[in-house]
């Protein structure tokens, strides 16, 4: 291993410095020379049509440059979707133009009608005061299933209705499964929500686009976790800008957790505005702005149905969602109640016959898209919710009715009901560790413990299967996404040994700066420090699709082995020529190459130098030069799986609940750096236990936002968190990449929820309590009221 | 437009400023100090925290008028002399205690004021003292360890490997 970190080391995070001396640059923090500010004036009305809109008094004040409507758009295209649906009657989705200002209707609370440009911020915002907008409100629709009934009002008077799509999967089975729920021996029905949450990454969104006339080149800097794709949406189907006029850099981003995948109107409008003006356009969201004009996640409403024969062994599950998609379709919204959620509605378990329904429909609210974990979070919720019921009712150990039903070792690979091959995994053994972790043995003695001081002590279990690292790019393409799901990776050596990476995976907190070089590194026998990653920047970047669905070790971390296989191969003839030896006998080890067999040996820069001075070099045979580029799309899906268990103390006086230890036992593969992994589960497991007990998106009956600012929206604090207990020691590799890595930054999310609020459930039904049910977040006052109903 | 001077990280500076302009405006803005962050508009975040006369501010919620004359220190000036990282930014990174690094600037000054009053808090001390700090990346479980450890108390090591 290189002495400063290969492969399974945990070391230090080399952006940390930069970091914690507030040398960050972030996208806020630039400032280009003779920039203007952009204001957006955005409705305060959930639903209407725009009668007038009044800016003469606004564009006679001080410092304003320009004020911009819809008109000053009519030669764009609306913000694309990135993915087509295909209903279960074999027809496309409907799919709503979703323009960059609003075109005569407003759809949401924070929906864009019109944008200041001025010299500074406070003259931009004074003058957007002034604008005097006349709105005809119409009724807001806000339930989802009054949405889609007949006469309903519609969000977009184009559209048949407000149903995107009715989607059955798989649709084949539907009959059978009808059958066998209906057969069943038993069947457990639960219904239940899973709640709107806003991803809020602590840097909220800015963009801030520079028009360079002489050259006719655009260069936008953006918060995004996937600059090449906002290139190719925002270039191609909104402003006709072809990829070579157009620069996209996202440099240091502070989290994204999805909500900053998409391409957002605020970048297109930057862009085009910086033309018009003439001069640098900056926006710059506050965190009141972030809550309407960030996509927010989730928001589920389900049925599920569980069936099991006389030995508990599961014959079918049928899932009834309905999914919000918000005003507009966000840019993979389509996919995340469909292909990302139904996929993995096996779970863990042997169920042979599985049919999951989704009716997504549009509602007058914020649109919604992917939020970590994006549709895992909602299968894996129902799911292990339903488990826990069914084993309560039917007065099981609910690890045993999961051990019972989970696909054993020797099963893999797994090809499930839900057209998804699991290619390995262990579940008996993350069980039973987390199990150890936990003590479960003593539980009984906690719970008399917490009994004696007026609590109850509750333990909750779930056991989640995550798919990550969407792929390959053909199939992904028969499901209805636009775009491939590779990733590609440039390794440039350089003449005297250094390297560089240009990843098209990007980094916000994840800290590739770092894992990723400890691969080359481990790779070439070399020091991690002489390999630099370099990412978020499209003019130096190969075309990649970015950061998400916890894939960048697994399909970046894959291209770059990929790339850096190719330069190994490569400097071993190098090397071959310089030793005068056969290729096949070359082996590199520790930086150094060697000739099989003799104690003929060069070092790895004499060999990168030969390659640039090639002065003794096989200029016949091959180029000169190192540097190799690698795009790969991987073979399937990686499935992490892992056990997640929370211990919670209820107070029946108040119902408050606290978390008193949460443990996760995750399979990811192989490690690159067990503390970033670590880190990354710690993160999830927040997030989750914020969605499991304190966040909640909430929107009055006339579709205004209530819980749109940080006093509203409760954020996890550090007082509202356990320390975590978090082990990764049971590794089955994934057998198609070359790392044999799976990918953990979302499994923190999408294993927690179900956990928290069946050790809340095990604490009221320990009690005596008839509860066998509450919906996220478990505030004090739903488990009070569950209680006491 | 009203003149302020005041000392930030130990240099007099001065500048025009608006009477509603806030200090963490008149920092990044003009004084160009980016290292302190805004991550909400309702002072609750704490991404802009940092020191007023040794005490510990959100510097949003702080006319930038009213620091005239006041000693102010920000992230850029908690490093030592040297450059080197000071102990509470060195425990941040050998504990991991941070992911994108935006709350960061934040934590760091809150977890300095904390030792400055608390040279050895609980673990529970240091929760309740981040109570206006949200960070969304580490679950804090990272940033607690790293402030133990920078008040010389024992932590686990970072991560089994």
């Not at chain 1, 993995?344 to 429909?361: E, F, Q, S």
């Not at chain 1, 894996?380 to 054993?408: C, H, S, W, Y």
């Not at chain 1, 640039?612 to 190192?626: A, S």
């Amino acid at each position: 291993m290189p002495k400063d970190g290969g492969i399974g080391a945990s070391t230090k995070r080399r952006e940390d410095v930069r970091f914690l001396t507030g040398k960050g640059r972030y996208t806020d923090d630039i400032n280009l020379q003779n920039q203007t500010y952009a204001w957006f004036v955005r409705s305060d009305i959930a639903h209407g049509t725009i009668q007038n809109i009044d800016t003469s008094d606004a564009e006679s004040m001080d410092g304003v440059v320009k004020i911009f409507t819809s008109k000053d758009f009519e030669a764009a295209g609306g913000i694309p979707c990135g993915w087509q649906v295909t209903d279960r009657f074999g027809q496309p989705m409907q799919e709503p133009k979703h323009p960059i200002l609003a075109e005569g209707k407003v759809r949401h609370v924070g929906d864009p009608i019109a944008v200041v440009v001025a010299e500074t911020l406070e003259q931009a915002r004074d003058a957007a005061e002034a604008i005097d907008i006349d709105i005809d409100e119409l009724e807001p629709v806000l339930d989802m299933k009054a949405a889609i009934q007949d006469g309903a009002t519609k969000v977009h008077d184009d559209l048949t209705s407000n149903l995107c799509y009715d989607w059955g999967f798989v649709e084949e089975n539907r009959e059978a499964v009808d059958e066998a729920i209906k057969n069943a021996h038993h069947v457990t029905t639960l219904e239940l929500v899973n709640n709107r949450l806003c991803a809020n990454p602590m840097e909220p969104r800015v963009a801030v686009a520079d028009y360079s006339q002489a050259n006719d080149e655009y260069t936008l800097y953006t918060t995004s976790q996937n600059p090449h794709v906002i290139r190719l949406l925002m270039g191609a189907f909104v402003l006709s800008i072809p990829e070579h006029k157009l620069r996209v850099v996202a440099p240091d981003v502070g989290g994204g957790f999805g909500s900053k995948i998409y391409h957002y109107a605020e970048e297109a409008f930057v862009t085009h505005a910086s033309k018009i003006v003439g001069r640098p356009v900056k926006w710059t969201s506050t965190r009141s702005e972030a809550f309407i004009s960030d996509a927010h996640g989730r928001d589920h409403v389900t049925k599920i149905e569980l069936a099991m024969d006389e030995n508990h062994k599961f014959t079918a599950v049928r899932t009834d969602t309905y999914a919000n998609m918000g005003a507009y379709l966000s840019t993979f919204a389509p996919s995340i109640p469909t292909w990302l959620h139904g996929t993995l509605m096996a779970g863990n378990y042997t169920t042979p016959l599985v049919y999951v329904n989704v009716k997504a429909v549009f509602t007058n609210t914020v649109p919604v898209d992917a939020y970590r974990g994006a549709g895992r979070p909602e299968a894996t919720f129902q799911l292990e919710r339903v488990v826990d019921k069914a084993a309560r009712e039917i007065g099981m150990d609910p690890a045993e009715l999961r051990r019972l039903n989970f696909i054993k070792p020797d099963q893999f690979p797994y090809d499930t009901p839900v057209a998804v091959t699991y290619d390995t995994g262990n579940y008996h053994a993350t069980l039973d560790k987390g199990l150890e972790m936990v003590d479960y043995a003593n539980f009984d003695a906690r719970v008399a413990e917490s009994k004696a001081r007026g609590k109850l002590r509750g333990l909750g279990l779930a056991h989640f299967i995550e798919a990550c690292g969407i792929a390959p790019s053909n199939l992904v393409g028969q499901l209805g996404a636009r775009a491939g799901l590779y990733e590609s990776a440039t390794v440039r050596v350089n003449a005297t040994g250094s390297i560089s990476v240009m990843t098209g995976s990007h980094s916000h907190g994840q800290g590739h700066e770092t894992s990723f070089a400890q691969v080359v590194a481990e790779m070439i026998g070399i020091d991690a420090s002489q390999v630099d990653i370099v990412h978020g920047d499209t003019s130096k970047t190969p075309m990649g699709m970015g950061t998400y669905g916890s894939r960048s070790i697994a399909v970046g971390g894959s291209a770059m082995v990929r790339a850096t296989e190719k330069i190994i191969n490569k400097a071993k003839k190098i090397a071959a020529h310089l030793m005068e030896a056969s290729e096949g006998d070359i082996e590199l080890k520790d930086g150094q190459f060697t000739v099989a067999g003799t104690d003929k040996s060069v070092a790895w820069g004499d060999v990168t130098l030969a390659a640039y001075v090639p002065h003794n070099y096989p200029l016949e045979e091959i180029e000169p030069g190192l540097e190799e580029t690698a795009f790969y799309d991987p073979s399937n899906f990686t499935y992490p799986s892992g056990a997640y268990i929370c211990e919670v103390e209820v107070d029946p006086d108040t119902g408050k609940v606290d978390v008193l230890g949460f443990i996760a036992a995750d399979d990811f593969g192989n490690v690159i750096n067990p503390m970033i992994v670590e880190g990354q589960v710690h993160g999830g497991v927040a997030q989750g236990i914020g969605q499991a007990m304190l966040e909640n998106t909430v929107f009055d009956e006339n579709g205004q936002l209530l819980s749109g600012s940080f006093m509203d929206y409760a954020m996890p604090r550090a007082s509202d968190m356990p320390m975590f207990d978090v082990d990764h020691s049971c590794q089955t590799p994934c057998t198609h990449n070359p790392l044999g890595v799976k990918g953990c930054g979302e499994a923190g999310a999408i294993g927690s929820p179900p956990a928290v609020v069946n050790a809340v459930i095990d604490a009221l039904q320990r009690g005596g309590y008839d509860v066998d049910h509450i919906d996220m977040p478990v505030s004090p006052s739903r488990v009070w009221e569950a209680m006491n109903k | 437009m009203s003149k302020i001077s005041m000392t930030v990280n130990g240099k007099s500076v001065s500048g025009e400023v608006e009477g509603r302009t806030l200090l963490v405006e008149f920092l990044r803005e003009d004084l160009k100090l980016t290292g302190t962050h805004v991550g909400c508009d309702t002072s609750q975040c704490g991404a802009c925290t940092v020191h007023v006369d040794g005490k510990q501010v959100k510097s949003c919620t702080m006319f930038a008028a009213e620091a005239d004359g006041a000693e102010v220190k920000t992230i850029e000036g908690e490093a030592n002399a040297d450059g080197s990282l000071s102990v509470v930014q060195q425990a941040f990174q050998d504990y991991h205690g941070l992911q994108c690094g935006f709350c960061t600037p934040g934590m760091v000054m809150a977890a300095t004021a904390l030792l400055g009053k608390n040279p050895k808090p609980t673990e529970l001390e240091i929760r309740e003292h981040l109570e206006g700090n949200i960070c969304r990346c580490t679950g804090y479980h990272n940033i607690v360890k790293a402030i133990m450890a920078a008040s010389g108390q024992d932590v686990p090591a970072v991560a089994a490997e």
